[in-house]
């Protein structure tokens, strides 16, 4: 089995945590790659439940609500794919952070 490696955005000033990134291990099944959305999911309920980020996937790769900078640019998080092997920084759009991933908007 192979993992992706994802260092994830983390802040919570309501609860004094402030910036920084947590690096998560996703394994991966035999394609070798699954998307940023799906690795997320996986460690909210695998590795860390107070992870915050929007669950919500349109399911058409057209509404953008998943927009998030992946390695550095702006990217729908539901059809933007982490592979084996490689570590992929993720982190909120620009503005007023919430919590994690989630941009007061
Ligand atoms: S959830 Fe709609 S484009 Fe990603």
Redesign the pocket.
Known sequence: MTYATLEVFRQDASLGIAPHFDIFKVPLDEKDKTTV?EALEYILMNLDSSLGFRR????????????MEIDGKAA????TLVEGGRTTRVKPLEGKVARDLIVDK
């Open positions: 959305l919500y996937c349109c399911g058409l790769q057209s509404c953008n609500s998943c927009l729908p998080a539901c059809h």
